[in-house]
């Protein structure tokens, strides 16, 4: 089937009623959605031109061949803006960016860049990215750079100047892939509607979130025509969902979920085996999977690096599953610079001495996605149990 797609995809690109507008997006994806009723993803990480090499032979040497049809390339600030050079950012160029559109597309596989928004705008208190250049767009000012105690900085959803900048970033990323659909992030925001915030103290939470999602949207899909997806962790209930801190949303974040549109994709990620959840309280195993679903929201379930965990969820996945279950996306947080780590995992090879040092754990975390990755496409193979 993938050779097939290949084809149609270059006798399209050289018929002579295929116009410039035509051909990069529009016609290759249709294409692509015909020939991929179901989603086998997988979230790519540590990209920059550098490690170039590696993330080709992942995805055109290894992942292809397995059967991925999807590449989410969590870019972040790792892109060298022309729209913002005051942001100061390096990885990759245009030109690095297109190339890596490009070998997905020659191996069928559809490329999504995500960028992070919202939340993750530092790691621990020392502003990064826009906040570093920006530091009037934060949520949390009053919180000094040497407090230990916060995980992640965000920016601030009722900043009236904010926007216009992401927007720019979103817009060139689209343009630089060539994509016809944006992950915006969303996940772990646990500072929104801080009580020193000027604009957002006595705020509902879950009406501040919502405002980001839907002007996220509205320039994306309305605006741009391309798809959007998101984390889908802020949007769950914990009194209801019962998955922990980190899964779901305490701060009343998931009031929002009545208040955005429902052709949002939702990666609903969750990387622990039932048995964690169950001790916390769940009754059945991955119970967000059904609920998105029956919110409306197409879903495309996440899992990280524990292969029993993958095969767990994806089992839940199609029991009763509808026609707004996309597949599976396998998480990549530890694959290594470009990948290749995890290029290595699946060769079956000890890491490679020239891409730099190896942290132990996440090596490890490495190998286990490979495994998950194998144990989930065969799941995935197999008949529902």
């Given at each position: 089937m993938r050779s097939v797609l290949v084809?149609?995809?270059v006798l399209l690109a050289l018929h002579p009623?295929?116009?410039a507008a035509e051909r990069p997006a529009k016609t290759w994806l249709e294409t692509w959605k015909a020939a991929n009723p179901q989603w086998r993803a997988y979230h790519l990480t540590h990209l920059s031109g550098e490690t170039m090499p590696a993330t080709?032979?992942?995805?055109a040497d290894v992942l292809a061949p397995m059967g991925i049809n999807?590449?989410?390339?969590?870019?972040?600030?790792?892109?060298?803006?022309?729209s913002h050079p005051e942001l100061e950012c390096g990885g990759l160029n245009k030109q690095q960016a297109r190339e890596l559109t490009d070998i997905c597309h020659q191996h069928?596989?559809?490329?999504?860049?995500l960028f992070e928004c919202l939340g993750h705008q530092s790691w621990g208190a020392k502003r990064t990215g826009l906040l570093k250049k920006y530091p009037q767009f934060d949520e949390?000012?009053?919180?000094?750079?040497?407090?230990?105690?916060?995980y992640c900085r965000e920016w601030c959803p009722s900043h009236p100047e904010v926007n216009k900048v992401v927007f720019d970033l979103l817009d060139e990323l689209i343009d630089a892939f060539d994509a016809d659909a944006v992950h915006v992030g969303m996940d772990e925001v646990f500072l929104i509607g801080d009580k020193n915030c000027p604009r957002c103290k006595n705020k509902d939470v879950g009406e501040l979130f919502a405002k980001c999602v839907n002007a996220l949207h509205d320039h994306l899909v309305a605006h741009k025509?391309?798809?959007?997806?998101m984390w889908g962790d802020r949007l769950l209930d914990a009194k209801q969902m019962k998955y922990g801190a980190w899964d779901e949303s305490s701060t009343g974040s998931h009031r929002a979920i009545d208040r955005v549109p429902k052709d949002i994709i939702i990666c609903d990620w969750h990387y622990s085996v039932p048995e964690v959840y169950r001790r916390i309280g769940q009754k059945e195993p991955y119970p967000s999977i059904r609920f998105f679903q029956e919110k409306g929201f197409r879903v495309l379930p996440a899992t990280y690096c524990i292969p029993e965990a993958g095969v767990a969820m994806i089992r839940a996945s199609r029991l009763g599953a509808t026609d707004k279950m996309l597949g599976i996306l396998f998480t990549g947080w530890s694959n290594g610079p470009g990948g290749q780590w995890l290029l290595d995992a699946l060769r079956g090879r000890s890491p490679n001495a020239a891409a730099g040092p190896v942290d132990?754990?996440?090596?490890?975390?490495?190998?286990?996605t490979a495994a998950t990755i194998k144990a989930g496409l065969a799941e995935i193979s197999s008949p529902v149990k």
């Open positions: 084809a149609v995809v009623l295929a116009t080709k032979a992942l995805i999807v590449v989410i390339a969590e870019v972040d600030y790792a892109y060298q803006f022309a069928g596989i559809r490329l999504i860049p949390t000012p009053s919180i000094p750079e040497d407090d230990k105690k916060i025509g391309v798809e959007m997806l132990a754990k996440e090596l490890e975390a490495a190998r286990g």
